[in-house]
C-alpha cells in the first residue's frame, strides 16, 4: 500500500512539473503555444510584445515586474486594444522557442496587428523605456502614473546648485537605473527625503552618474550605489560609510543638519529648544520676573535666526498675560491639534516646537505622537 501511494506521488509529480509555468502578472497575458496560435493567427487587431522566458532565468525574473508594470499601464490608459505584453515559458515549450529563433532567455520578439511574423525587439527593458518604445513604435499614448518624489533628481546643469548650495546639507546617492543594489535601496532613500522635504538645509538627492558620467567621475565614483555627503559652507564631500537603512540615514542627517527628524517625516522631543534660550527657562522656573524676561527674550529673539526663537518670545508674552496655567492648557490645545493629524506639515512643524517650549518650562520633554496614519498633511 505505502509503495502505491509513493509511486502516485510520483507520478503527480512529474505531472506538475511537466506543466509550463503560468506567470499570473498583472495586465500580462500567460500564452500556451495553443493560446498565442488562437490568438496570434494573422487575423489580429492588436500588436503583441511576447517574451520568451524561462522561470529560472535571472533575466527574466528582472523582466517581469517591469512587464507588468508597462501592462498594466495599457489598460489604465485605455491602450489595451492597440497592444499587448504577454509571456510564453519556452523553457517547456523548446520547439516552440525555437520556431521563433529563441535561443536565449529573455528574448522578446513583436507580433505587429494582422502579422503572424516576429520582429525582434531591440528596446530597452525598464519601465519608461517600454512605455517610450511602445509608443513610438505603435502611436499609443500609454504613461505611467508616478506618486511625486521627495528624492531630489539632478543632473550635470542643477548638480551645483544643489549639492555645493553653502547653505544646504546634501546627501547625493550616484546610481545606476540598471544597479540592483539601487534599486533596493530606492524605497528607503525615498522614505529619508520624504522624512526631511520640510528641512529646507536639509535635502535628499540622486543622480543617474552612468548617464551623467562626468560628475561621476568629478566624485570618483567607481561603483553603485555610490553615497556622498556636501555640508554646508563645504565643496568637498564626505563618503557615506554608515548603515543603509532608514533608521541610520535619518541618525546621520539629524546629526549632520542639526534637527530632530523621526524616520515618519515628525519632529522629535527637542525640536525647537534653542540651547541659548535654556538661561531664560532656568530663570522662569526659578521664580524671576516674567515682565523682565518677556524683555529679555523679546530682545534676544529679534535677529535670532532660528524661527523657533519668535516661539519663545510669544509663549514667554502669553504667560505673562494669562499666567502660568496658560503652559498646561496650551499644551493640552496643542496635543490635540497634533494628534488628530489634520493640520499642514509646517503648521504640525510648529505646533510642536511649541508643545516642547512649554514642556521645557514645566521641566518635562516627553514628545506628543501626532496620529497614526496621516502622512499627507
Given at each position: ?5 509513493l509511486a ?42 511576447v ?15 517591469v ?12 491602450q489595451?486594444?492597440?497592444?499587448g ?12 522557442g ?17 502579422s ?15 512605455v ?26 542643477s ?10 546639507n546634501?546627501?547625493v ?14 524605497p528607503v532613500?525615498?522614505?529619508v ?9 536639509c ?7 552612468s ?38 540615514f ?23 529648544i ?11 522656573n526659578?521664580?524671576?520676573s516674567?515682565s523682565?524676561?518677556v ?11 532660528e ?15 494669562k ?55
Amino acid at each position: 500500500m505505502l509503495s502505491l501511494k509513493l509511486a502516485l506521488c510520483l507520478i503527480l509529480s512529474l505531472i506538475l512539473s511537466s506543466h509550463a509555468e503560468v506567470f499570473g502578472l498583472d495586465g500580462v497575458t500567460d500564452f500556451s503555444p495553443e493560446e498565442f496560435d488562437a490568438t496570434i493567427d494573422g487575423t489580429h487587431t492588436k500588436n503583441w510584445v511576447v517574451a520568451f522566458v524561462a522561470p529560472w532565468c535571472g533575466h527574466c525574473k528582472t523582466l517581469k515586474p517591469v512587464w507588468s508594470e508597462v501592462g498594466v499601464a495599457i489598460a489604465a490608459t485605455g491602450q489595451d486594444d492597440k497592444v499587448g505584453l504577454a509571456l510564453v515559458d519556452a523553457d517547456e515549450h523548446r520547439d516552440f522557442g525555437i520556431k521563433y529563433d529563441v535561443t536565449g532567455f529573455p528574448t522578446i520578439k513583436m507580433f505587429k496587428a494582422g502579422s503572424t511574423e516576429a520582429e525582434p525587439y531591440n528596446g530597452p527593458r525598464d519601465v519608461d523605456g517600454v512605455v517610450k518604445f511602445l509608443n513610438d513604435e505603435f502611436g499609443t499614448n500609454i504613461f505611467i502614473k508616478k506618486a511625486p518624489k521627495s528624492v531630489v533628481e539632478l543632473d550635470e546643469d542643477s548638480f551645483d546648485g544643489v549639492a555645493l548650495d553653502s547653505t544646504k546639507n546634501v546627501l547625493v546617492e550616484f546610481y545606476a537605473p540598471w544597479c540592483g543594489h539601487c534599486k533596493n535601496l530606492a524605497p528607503v532613500y525615498e522614505k529619508v527625503a520624504k522624512a526631511y522635504r520640510n528641512e529646507g538645509n536639509c535635502v535628499i538627492a540622486a543622480i543617474d552618474a552612468s548617464t551623467h558620467k562626468s560628475i561621476g567621475s568629478r566624485y570618483e565614483v567607481t561603483g553603485f550605489p555610490a553615497l556622498k555627503f556636501f555640508g554646508a559652507g563645504t565643496t568637498e564631500p564626505e563618503d557615506y560609510s554608515t548603515g543603509r537603512d532608514a533608521d541610520s540615514f535619518v541618525k546621520f542627517m539629524n546629526e549632520k543638519c542639526g534637527v530632530d527628524r523621526t524616520i515618519d517625516g515628525k519632529l522629535g522631543a527637542t525640536a525647537g529648544i534653542i540651547e541659548e534660550f535654556n538661561s531664560f527657562v532656568g530663570s522662569y522656573n526659578a521664580g524671576d520676573s516674567i515682565s523682565e524676561l518677556v524683555e529679555k527674550v523679546a530682545q534676544s529673539a529679534k535677529d535670532h535666526a532660528e524661527p523657533a526663537a519668535q516661539l519663545y518670545a510669544k509663549i514667554f508674552n502669553k504667560i505673562k498675560e494669562k499666567g502660568s496655567a496658560y503652559i498646561e492648557k496650551e499644551k493640552a490645545r496643542l496635543t490635540k491639534m497634533i494628534a488628530d493629524g489634520k493640520a499642514k506639515a509646517d503648521k504640525l512643524d510648529m505646533f510642536t516646537q511649541k508643545y516642547n517650549i512649554l514642556s521645557a518650562l514645566t521641566g518635562t520633554s516627553e514628545p506628543v505622537v501626532p496620529a497614526a496614519g496621516k502622512e499627507e498633511l
